[in-house]
């Protein structure tokens, strides 16, 4: 399922999904939300999947790009 998105924030998609490969849907049947997004800073897009609902997808795209500078030691 596709949710709306606020293309000026850079997110281009936010779905819902459901994991199809066996052994992933045995282990997590839930489903998730997968968000597409494009980083200017860094000129591609990225794609990520988390299990929150609650936050709107431009707030996500803003923590992944701080934990994503954390995890490579810039600022």
């Known amino acids: 399922y596709s949710h709306p998105v606020e293309k000026p924030t850079g997110v281009k998609c936010d779905q819902t999904i459901h994991l199809k490969?066996?052994?992933a849907f045995r282990d997590y049947p839930d489903k998730l939300?997968?968000?597409k997004f494009y980083?200017?800073?860094q000129g591609r897009y990225c794609v990520f999947l988390t299990n929150n609902f609650q936050l709107k997808a431009a707030?996500?795209?803003e923590?992944?790009?701080k934990?994503?500078?954390w995890l490579t030691g810039s600022r």
């Open 39 to 41: 980083d200017e800073e």
């Open 33 to 35: 939300r997968r968000i």
């Open 63 to 65: 923590k992944y790009k």
């Open 21 to 23: 490969n066996y052994y």
């Open 67 to 69: 934990r994503k500078d």
């Open 59 to 61: 707030l996500l795209h």
